[in-house]
């Protein structure tokens, strides 16, 4: 049947297509029923004839078409380009839903089965993300995770030099002695040669708590939880403990027959370690001067820490040995000896229960981490230089340890894989004392001490609160001052 003539002026045309691009079949009103017969079973030598169109759509834009599978053809000149870069781009035009739909690029063309409902609706995932962006769309479901994975976090950035530095007259260079600790309540004690004296972290106040006289000395400080008392050990093998608020003496307990040089609160009791190589522990309960002696090191007791649960006691010697104990025996349940050298480095981790960090001295200069629970050694690690001091942060996961021979330096370790956040350096002589500051307005703080006569003061971990405003005076005041 040969095809009229086409009339171009009964047509609205868009601008992008000639009137040769279209061509319109007319057909008399007066069909036959034959033609309708041959319309109807039409046979392989009528492909070529033209089919009518009763519609025309000109704008693709507003018909919804990622809510369809469409079967995404590809286009040959595509071929070898960035496959993610495509799905991204779909996605970011037509949504997710024609991204999910869309089949494999390595799929031919033309071959799906003819089964397949090529316009199949698709629900409508409200609940889905809206963004091609989210994880869904960009994760492990659509294959993109390893094109488009996210940039690696960047490493935190640590000052490299002391906040504050405060000068330490005649404070002593000694790997057995403990001189500075921080109260609950945000004061710094430090020992001074026969003195004690208390440095307000809010204001910068310095107050002499006592002096010894000349035949005594300070070998050890160590505040209550609470942060009201002080207990001081001295060389003659006392133990006193100190009203911090009034600046008043309440007790001295004897029973060591040499210096005391490490003590350890927990809730209730004071453990106290000593030259004479004996741990007493002492009740401010009971008229006694102590409830129970712990035997079991056979040189000089210089590191004492309660767990954090008041159930287990870690002792360090400068037998090289490890002791843990608890509080319904006299006995050590555990006796852990691979170091090589004076363990004066203890740490209970805060974080995992029955995790125990120890250091060695100059021969061993290692930090080994131990389950209590079952005497196994977890991790060990060579930090190249005598390990002084171990303290875990409250906030994160992470230990610090300062070194003496012969780098002198202090480290903050992630914990568990051991990688070393930071390093600092600054002191001239081994970083020999070393405490946390208490939870509350400067819980991202620690101080260090060592035989130069300085305390210094590091802001290295993120605190979890938010920051407290800069003042002119107490711990935010840059620069040197002294401490008496």
């Not at 133990?239 to 004897?254: E, F, L």
């Given at each position: 049947m040969e095809s009229p003539e086409i009339k171009k002026q009964g047509l609205n045309l868009p601008a992008a297509m000639s009137g040769a691009s279209l061509r319109l079949d007319t057909f008399s009103l007066s069909l036959s029923a034959r033609s309708i017969s041959n319309l109807s079973s039409s046979s392989p030598s009528s492909s070529k004839s033209s089919t009518c169109s009763d519609r025309f759509i000109p704008c693709r834009s507003t018909s919804r078409l990622h809510a369809f599978g469409l079967i995404d053809k590809p286009s040959p000149s595509k071929e070898g380009g960035n496959d993610a870069y495509s799905r991204l781009l779909k996605s970011e035009l037509f949504g997710s839903d024609f991204v999910s739909s869309s089949p494999s690029s390595s799929s031919p063309a033309g071959q799906s089965s003819p089964t397949k409902n090529i316009l199949r609706f698709r629900t409508d995932h409200s609940g889905g993300p809206s963004s091609p962006y989210s994880p869904s769309i960009l994760g492990h479901d659509h294959g993109l995770s390893n094109e488009t994975s996210t940039p690696p976090k960047p490493p935190r950035k640590v000052p490299k030099t002391p906040h504050k530095v405060l000068d330490a007259p005649s404070l002593q260079d000694d790997f057995y002695l403990n001189l500075v600790d921080w109260s609950s309540q945000n004061v710094l004690a430090v020992g001074l040669g026969t003195c004690v004296y208390l440095w307000s972290a809010s204001n910068s106040k310095v107050t002499k708590l006592c002096d010894l006289g000349p035949q005594d000395g300070v070998c050890s400080l160590q505040w209550t939880k609470e942060g009201s008392y002080i207990s001081i050990g001295t060389c003659l093998g006392q133990?006193?403990?100190?009203?911090?608020?009034?600046?008043?003496?309440?007790?001295?307990?004897?029973g060591h027959q040499t210096r005391t040089g490490v003590l350890a609160w927990n809730s209730r009791i004071l453990a106290s370690g000593s030259r004479d190589r004996n741990i007493l522990q002492h009740d401010m309960r009971v008229s006694n001067d102590y409830i129970s002696q712990l035997v079991g090191h056979k040189s000089e007791v210089c590191g004492l820490k309660w767990s954090s649960d008041d159930r287990e006691l870690a002792?360090?010697?400068?037998?090289?040995?490890?002791?843990?104990?608890?509080h319904h025996s006299q006995q050590p349940i555990l006796r852990l000896t691979e170091h090589t050298a004076a363990v004066k480095a203890i740490a209970w981790s805060p974080h995992q229960s029955n995790l125990l960090a120890s250091g060695g001295g100059t021969a061993d200069r290692c930090i080994r981490f131990w389950n209590t629970s079952n005497g196994h050694q977890l991790n060990c690690i060579d930090s190249g230089s005598q390990v002084c001091n171990l303290a875990w942060s409250k906030n994160v996961n992470e230990l610090v340890s300062t070194h003496g021979y012969s780098q002198n330096q202090i480290m903050v370790w992630k914990y568990p894989s051991l990688a070393k956040v930071a390093t600092l350096t600054g002191h001239s002589m081994r970083v020999l004392y070393l405490a946390m500051s208490p939870d509350g307005q400067f819980d991202f703080f620690f101080v260090t001490g060592a035989g130069d006569e300085t305390l210094r003061f590091w802001n290295v971990f993120p605190s979890v609160k938010a920051p407290a405003p800069v003042k002119d005076s107490g711990l935010w005041s840059l620069g040197r001052t002294q401490i008496r």
């Open positions: 133990v006193q403990i100190w009203d911090g608020t009034r600046c008043k003496r309440v007790r001295t307990m004897g002792s360090g010697g400068n037998d090289n040995q490890l002791l843990v104990w608890n």
